[in-house]
C-alpha cells in the first residue's frame, strides 16, 4: 500500500500568495521580444526597479499547476496596470506559453515584489547611470518614470545594448519622458545612449558594455565622466555582462553598494 502521505500531499494554490489579474495587450517588437500588459490588483505596491513573480498555468490539467518566473516591472508605480517585457526562450516553459497568450487570459502576479535594484538606495550622487543589455532594461523604464529620480539626481543616463537595432524597444516610452508633465519642468533630458554590438548603426555605439566602459567610449558619448562622487550605476541584464561591468567599473576605482558600506554601483541577478 502507499504511504497516505502520497495521497494526501497538498497542492498549492495560486491565489495563496498571488491575484489572478487578467491579460489586457500584448504587444509583439521582434519575433522574440515581446511586452504584456495586465490588470493590477488596488493593493500591490512595488519601487520601481522591483521584480515579482509571475504564474501562468502549466496546461497539464493538474489542478493549482502553475509555473512561475520573475520579471521587473516596466510600468511606473502608479499606472493602474502592469507592465513586462519577455524574451521568447525557444522551448521555454514560462515565456513560450505567456508568448502565446491572449487578451483576457489569466497571469497570476505574486503578492509580493522583491529587490533591490533601485534608484533611491544610493547615498549621494549627482548623476545615474542605468546600464542594460537586452530585456534587462524593463526595470529602468518604470524607475525612469519615477518623479523623485527626476528630482533627486542632476542627470540620468541610460545605456541600453543590444545585437540587432530592431531589438531596441520602448523608444516611444523614452522619447515621451522628455515632455511628461509628471516628471517636473526644466530638467536636462535623459540622455540615452544606444549600443547595437552586431551590426554598425550610426547614432549607436558599437561593442560590448564592459569595453565602452574601458575604453571611455561610453562616457564620451554620454559627455559624462565615470567619478565616486558624482556617478551611481545600476547595472542589469545578461549575467555575464553584470560580472564584467562590475570589473570595469572597479577598475575606474568604484565600488559596490553594500547596505553597510556605500558605493557607487549594484546590480542584481534574480536567477
Ligand atoms: P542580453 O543577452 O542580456 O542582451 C543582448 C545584448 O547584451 C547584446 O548587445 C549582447 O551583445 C550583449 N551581451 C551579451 N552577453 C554579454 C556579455 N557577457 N557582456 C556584455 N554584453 C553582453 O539580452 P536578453 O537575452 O534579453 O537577456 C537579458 C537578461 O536580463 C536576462 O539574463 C534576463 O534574465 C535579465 N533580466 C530580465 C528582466 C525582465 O524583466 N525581463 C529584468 C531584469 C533582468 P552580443 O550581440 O555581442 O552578444
Not at 149 to 160: F, K, M, P, S
Not at 217 to 246: H, K, Q, Y
Amino acid at each position: 500500500m502507499r504511504p497516505a502521505l502520497e495521497f494526501n500531499r497538498r497542492i498549492p494554490d495560486p491565489l495563496e500568495k498571488a491575484t489572478a489579474e487578467h491579460i489586457l495587450e500584448i504587444r509583439q517588437w521582434t519575433e522574440k521580444l515581446f511586452s504584456v500588459k495586465v490588470s493590477r490588483s488596488p493593493s500591490f505596491r512595488f519601487t520601481p526597479g522591483q521584480w515579482v513573480r509571475l504564474g501562468i498555468s502549466s496546461g497539464s490539467g493538474l489542478p493549482g499547476s502553475v509555473i512561475w518566473r520573475p520579471y521587473s516591472m516596466v510600468s511606473a508605480d502608479y499606472d493602474d496596470y502592469l507592465e513586462f517585457f519577455s524574451i521568447l526562450v525557444p522551448g521555454g516553459a514560462f515565456s513560450s506559453r505567456l508568448a502565446a497568450s491572449h487578451v483576457g487570459d489569466t497571469l497570476f502576479v505574486e503578492k509580493q515584489p522583491y529587490g533591490y535594484l533601485t534608484a533611491a538606495r544610493f547615498t549621494g550622487g549627482r548623476h545615474l547611470w542605468l546600464l542594460a543589455s537586452g530585456t534587462g532594461v524593463a526595470p529602468y523604464l518604470s524607475i525612469l518614470r519615477d518623479p523623485d529620480v527626476w528630482q533627486r539626481y542632476e542627470e540620468r543616463i541610460l545605456a541600453y545594448s543590444v545585437s540587432y537595432a530592431r531589438e531596441i524597444a520602448y523608444r516611444d516610452a523614452l522619447a515621451a519622458l522628455a515632455t511628461d508633465e509628471l516628471l517636473g519642468p526644466d530638467r536636462p533630458p535623459l540622455r540615452f545612449v544606444p549600443i547595437v554590438t552586431r551590426e554598425a548603426v550610426p547614432g549607436t555605439l558599437h561593442a560590448r558594455l564592459p569595453t565602452l566602459i574601458a575604453d571611455g567610449s561610453l562616457e564620451r558619448a554620454a559627455g559624462l565622466a565615470f567619478t565616486p562622487e558624482d556617478s551611481r550605476i545600476l547595472i542589469c541584464g545578461n549575467p555575464t555582462m553584470l560580472d564584467d561591468v562590475r570589473d570595469a567599473l572597479v577598475a575606474r576605482g568604484l565600488r559596490s553598494d553594500r547596505s553597510a558600506i556605500p558605493g557607487h554601483f549594484a546590480s542584481e541577478n534574480y536567477w
